[in-house]
Nanobody, 118 residues
Framework: QVQLVESGGGLVQPGVSLRLSCAASGMAFSIYAMGWYRQTPGKQRELVAAITSGSSTNYADSVKGRFTISRNNPKNTVYLQMNSLKPEDTAVYYC????????????WGQGTQVTVSS
């Protein structure tokens, strides 16, 4: 049974940093592309950052230069380091695991709330 468990969210002031973690289990973590998405009420879930099995990364324009995604394959964990947080970064952040082979697989975590407010 595949599980993705996010942690590290919370309430922080603008300008500070936060690191999210996503611990995976029940899957061959190293072959999956991993991503962080976020969603606010009434809006579609949007990609924040992604990292391939080969550790290539891509970011949403809104977080480039502030957020960094990384993975630790021996620990089956993906991280999202968020610096210089802004109120518009407030959202529920979801971890995603995707395998695009045949068959393909796509898994989601339960989400962790990040609130940036003074």
């Amino acid at each position: 049974q595949v599980q993705l468990v996010e942690s590290g969210g919370g309430l922080v002031q603008p300008g500070v940093s936060l690191r999210l973690s996503c611990a995976a289990s029940g899957m061959a973590f190293s072959i999956y592309a991993m991503g962080w998405y976020r969603q606010t009420p009434g809006k579609q879930r949007e990609l924040v950052a992604a990292i391939t099995s080969g550790s290539s990364t891509n970011y949403a324009d809104s977080v480039k230069g502030r957020f960094t995604i990384s993975r630790n394959n021996p620990k089956n964990t993906v991280y999202l380091q968020m610096n210089s947080l802004k109120p518009e970064d407030t959202a529920v952040y979801y971890c995603n695991a995707k395998y695009s082979g045949s068959p393909n697989y796509n898994y989601w975590g339960q989400g962790t709330q990040v609130t940036v407010s003074s």
